[in-house]
């Protein structure tokens, strides 16, 4: 069975610094694995998906992750944090069916000025 | 057009009474998916549609819980004769079709007293 595990469900960074949010997958098929954003009182949005195509995925806002298959890795990076990005992150993998999302229990990302 | 849209925002009952939980999916959307967040914890999948197949109802905790799908667009989850364990985030999402990238709505939040 699948299963996403987030490490930290708080992470604190300075204004400008590196943001580095992690999650581990276990997976017994090839996944597809995502990264999505909740801002404060909205909904879910995704902020990048890897299907299979390049290991290093490129997302909205400057957000990118890389799959690294050997560590069942998905850590999303961002080199520069901005108080904009203050929100809880969430990574996703695909079930044996490849629609139903097994989720992580999520990251709240905390920027200081 | 506009996005995944759920109704309402906020519902507050009492333990033991009924509650429907609307969601209107983006228009052309074939697919539909309800995750409940409960605090502090990931998504949990519940239910899906995908045309007018029958849904896939695994994630549903208990025989109170029901959806139903509309016309092959708007769905209500009804969760009946409510516990105070079922207060969470109920959140809807669509996608072209099945496998495809969720759009999610803002989420109804539920508090059973």
């Known amino acids: 069975a699948q299963s996403v595990t987030q490490l930290g469900s708080h992470v604190s960074v300075s204004e400008g610094a590196l943001v580095l949010l992690r999650c581990n997958y276990s997976s017994s098929v090839p996944p597809y694995l995502f990264w999505y954003v909740q801002y404060p009182n909205q909904g879910l949005q995704l902020l990048l998906k890897y299907t299979s195509a390049a290991t290093l995925v490129k997302g909205i806002n400057g957000f990118e992750a890389e799959f690294k298959k050997s560590e069942t890795s998905f850590h999303l990076t961002k080199p520069s944090a901005h108080m904009s990005d203050a929100a809880e992150y969430f990574c996703a993998v695909s079930g044996d069916s490849n629609y139903q999302l097994i989720w992580g229990a999520g990251t709240k990302l905390i920027i200081k000025p | 057009g506009a996005g995944v849209s759920q109704s309402p925002s906020n519902k507050v009952t009492e333990k033991g009474k009924d509650v429907e939980l609307r969601c209107d999916p983006i228009s052309g959307h074939t697919a539909l998916y309800w995750y409940r967040q409960s605090l502090g914890q990931g998504l949990e999948f519940l239910i899906y549609f995908q045309g007018n197949s029958a849904p896939d109802k695994s994630g549903l905790p208990s025989d109170r819980f029901s959806a139903e799908r509309t016309g092959g667009s708007v769905s209500t989850l009804t969760i009946q004769r409510t516990q105070q364990e079922d207060s969470a985030v109920y959140l809807c999402?669509?996608?072209?079709?099945?496998?495809?990238?969720?759009?999610f709505g803002p989420g109804t939040r539920l508090l059973v007293l």
């Open positions: 999402a669509s996608s072209l079709d099945l496998g495809g990238t969720q759009y």
